[in-house]
Antibody, heavy 118, light 112 residues
């Protein structure tokens, strides 16, 4: 199982950015992908999930106006778009696959650093 | 939201020592289906978190048996029986029982 995330982004305040998480070595439509935020030197925050099998998604209320999750089945890629960026959005963003059942986040991407700066 | 509180913030240990990390939730994290979705992760600098324990006490594949999880309801503990150098890093507890899913603030395991 591999989750390959897109490279670091430097974006201006007020802009949007779209991060990608490309899955390989498993059936893409069978597992839910979650996204997690980690600000520098701080803890982890759960953003939400996307299920490629059905296209359904769920957000942490805190991020419902900030993040939009989508996917492209043809390339086995899940995307997270972050809008109206501020310095509070500067962080590393991880995608992670939920195993379903009782086991949780067993596989993680390497993370994408987003820096919001003028 | 369920607040997950970890103690201590920092845990200095000598190699070979036992280490114990506590995680308390602000409310019961027993899911309506009867399961408790409590997990423990280890994150090393510059890396993504690694799953150690799921469902309170089950070790994930490949995790050494010196790691053990216990607890119920709102009180949970991760124990490392004999700390090795590769165990150093930040440990996080996590609850996936109630939305929004939440992580603890982290405990840094470091050399004394």
């Amino acid at each position: 199982v591999q989750l390959q995330q897109s490279g670091a982004e430097l974006v201006k305040p007020g802009a949007s950015v779209k991060l990608s998480c490309k899955a390989s070595d498993y059936t893409f439509t069978e597992y839910i992908i979650h996204w997690v935020k980690q600000r520098s030197g701080q803890g982890l925050e759960w953003i939400g999930w996307f299920y490629p099998g059905s296209g359904s998604r769920k957000y942490n209320e805190k991020f419902k106006d900030k993040a939009t999750l989508t996917a492209d089945k043809s390339s086995s890629t899940v995307y997270m778009e972050l809008s109206r960026l501020t310095s509070e959005d500067s962080a590393v963003y991880f995608c992670t696959r939920h195993e379903g059942g009782l086991v949780g986040f067993a596989y993680w991407g390497q993370g994408t650093l987003v820096t919001v700066s003028a | 939201d369920v607040l997950m509180t970890q103690t201590p913030l920092s845990l200095p240990v000598s190699l070979g020592d036992q280490a114990s990390i506590s995680c308390r939730s602000s409310q019961s994290i027993v899911h309506s289906n009867g399961n408790t979705y409590l997990e423990w992760f280890l994150q090393k600098p510059g890396q993504s978190p690694k799953l150690l324990i799921y469902k309170v006490s089950d070790r994930f594949s490949g995790v050494p048996d010196r790691f053990s999880g216990s607890g119920s309801g709102t009180d949970f503990t991760l124990k490392i029986s004999r700390v090795e150098a590769e165990d150093l890093g930040v440990y996080y507890c996590f609850q996936g029982s109630h939305v929004p899913w939440t992580f603890g603030g982290g405990t840094k395991l470091e050399i004394k």
